[in-house]
């Protein structure tokens, strides 16, 4: 499949502009561009701009997510809050409620903001590296339609659940530890689906115990109830399979409890009468200062240390070099410093979402 190049500048300008167009303010409008971006500059495509039509743009027309954010506060203290965000747009939801957790952090040690009635928020790294730029530990986490099946179960019905880590350090990019809770997330099948690959045998079961990997049947037997996605570990116990059930859960619970949201099959999205409804995500923040403690630079460099002396431990045979967890993503970000090449499929969606708008944009693969 052909792909097109096409530089940051007007990428993000046409991002943002066509959020604007169908209804976000100007200034959410950036944040929920910059949101969807930093994934494709870090090289995870399966959140950047193959999702600003079908995840943003359709549910906004749809009707199961607000444009315009209303942001509200339920209860709060000294170090915590609870917000609700009332279905508006998830980037913006989850800017803004790590930036409160950072604040609280920043005057008492401690912050943590837990929301509801949120929507997608996109790379829960993002949010992780805002608290690490301002010499936080920052963690955050988000229930999700159910996808994952327990351990010795078939049925989905936890979330891919991330449980995201970010900690600064003295390097020229911080540890991010930003995965799903199952081996595979629906955003990459989605991905598999748009270039034509199969999902690699042993990440998806189907509901009578049988492997699937066909793409474009498991993004359907997801939605229908017919398939599962395991948790990290693998079916069953014998590659602990447990754990990754045992950490979904924990970030359902974080994502539900403290704030009295949604939870397991309530996040479907579908109405008992099948029709499209709101998610009603929810999601958790924390940010703990680390100059409350010894100080920020005395972390930040036994941070550093301690993963120098990762990746110069010995290496295994026909391998040369050790990553720690945000490393391989900062040398994407170098390589792609000028642009982002954009596949076939989401050149045909931007372009359609253009046309749609009656916006006045070119686009590099125009009349080829």
């Given at each position: 499949?052909?792909s097109?190049?096409?530089?940051?500048?007007?990428?993000?300008?046409?991002?943002?502009?066509?959020?604007?167009?169908?209804g976000?303010?100007?200034?959410?409008?950036?944040?929920?561009?910059?949101?969807?971006?930093?994934?494709?500059?870090?090289?995870?495509?399966?959140?950047?701009?193959?999702?600003?039509?079908?995840?943003?743009?359709?549910?906004?027309r749809?009707?199961?997510?607000?444009?315009?954010?209303?942001?509200?506060?339920?209860?709060?203290?000294?170090?915590?809050?609870v917000?609700?965000?009332?279905?508006?747009?998830?980037?913006?939801?989850?800017?803004?409620?790590?930036?409160?957790?950072?604040?609280?952090?920043?005057?008492?040690?401690?912050?943590?903001?837990?929301?509801?009635?949120?929507?997608?928020?996109?790379i829960?790294?993002?949010?992780?590296?805002?608290?690490?730029?301002?010499?936080?530990?920052?963690?955050?986490?988000?229930?999700?339609?159910?996808?994952?099946?327990?351990?010795?179960?078939?049925?989905?019905?936890?979330?891919?659940?991330?449980?995201?880590?970010?900690?600064?350090?003295?390097?020229?990019?911080?540890?991010?530890l930003?995965?799903?809770?199952?081996?595979?997330?629906?955003?990459?099948i989605?991905?598999?689906?748009?270039?034509?690959?199969?999902?690699?045998?042993?990440?998806?079961?189907?509901?009578?115990?049988?492997?699937?990997?066909?793409?474009?049947?498991?993004?359907?037997?997801?939605?229908?109830?017919?398939?599962?996605?395991?948790?990290?570990?693998?079916?069953?116990?014998?590659?602990?399979?447990?754990?990754?059930?045992?950490?979904?859960?924990?970030?359902?619970?974080?994502?539900?409890?403290?704030?009295?949201?949604?939870?397991?099959?309530?996040?479907?999205?579908?109405?008992?009468?099948?029709?499209?409804?709101?998610?009603?995500?929810?999601?958790?923040?924390?940010?703990i200062?680390?100059?409350?403690?010894?100080?920020?630079?005395?972390?930040?460099?036994?941070?550093?240390?301690?993963?120098?002396?990762?990746?110069?431990?010995?290496?295994?045979?026909?391998?040369?070099r050790?990553?720690?967890?945000?490393?391989?993503?900062?040398?994407?970000?170098?390589?792609?410093?000028?642009?982002?090449?954009?596949?076939?499929?989401?050149?045909?969606?931007?372009?359609?979402?253009?046309?749609?708008?009656?916006?006045?944009?070119?686009?590099?693969?125009?009349?080829?």
């Amino acid at each position: 499949m052909a792909s097109c190049f096409m530089a940051w500048e007007p990428l993000t300008r046409f991002i943002t502009a066509a959020f604007e167009g169908c209804g976000v303010p100007a200034e959410d409008a950036a944040i929920c561009a910059d949101v969807l971006l930093e994934s494709d500059r870090r090289g995870i495509e399966s959140h950047g701009v193959n999702r600003f039509k079908p995840i943003y743009i359709d549910r906004i027309r749809a009707g199961i997510q607000r444009p315009v954010t209303q942001l509200e506060t339920v209860r709060e203290t000294a170090t915590t809050a609870v917000l609700d965000g009332h279905h508006g747009m998830g980037q913006v939801i989850g800017y803004k409620a790590m930036s409160l957790a950072i604040e609280k952090a920043k005057q008492y040690g401690m912050g943590m903001v837990a929301v509801r009635n949120s929507t997608h928020y996109g790379i829960a790294g993002y949010y992780a590296t805002m608290a690490t730029r301002e010499g936080c530990i920052g963690m955050t986490g988000t229930n999700a339609r159910p996808s994952i099946a327990p351990t010795f179960g078939v049925e989905n019905m936890l979330g891919t659940n991330p449980l995201t880590f970010g900690l600064p350090t003295d390097e020229p990019f911080p540890f991010v530890l930003d995965c799903a809770t199952s081996v595979s997330q629906r955003g990459k099948i989605e991905y598999y689906e748009r270039i034509g690959k199969d999902t690699p045998a042993g990440q998806v079961i189907g509901r009578d115990g049988s492997v699937l990997t066909d793409s474009a049947y498991i993004l359907r037997a997801l939605t229908e109830g017919k398939a599962a996605l395991a948790p990290l570990g693998g079916v069953g116990d014998e590659m602990a399979g447990y754990k990754g059930y045992g950490y979904a859960t924990v970030v359902e619970v974080l994502s539900a409890a403290l704030q009295q949201g949604n939870y397991l099959h309530a996040l479907s999205g579908v109405a008992p009468d099948g029709s499209r409804r709101p998610y009603g995500l929810g999601h958790f923040f924390l940010a703990i200062d680390t100059e409350a403690f010894l100080g920020r630079a005395e972390f930040e460099h036994t941070c550093g240390e301690i993963l120098r002396a990762l990746r110069a431990s010995e290496k295994a045979p026909g391998h040369d070099r050790i990553y720690t967890a945000g490393e391989k993503e900062h040398l994407v970000s170098l390589e792609r410093k000028d642009g982002l090449e954009i596949n076939e499929a989401v050149q045909r969606e931007l372009s359609a979402v253009r046309d749609d708008l009656r916006m006045d944009f070119p686009f590099p693969w125009d009349g080829k």
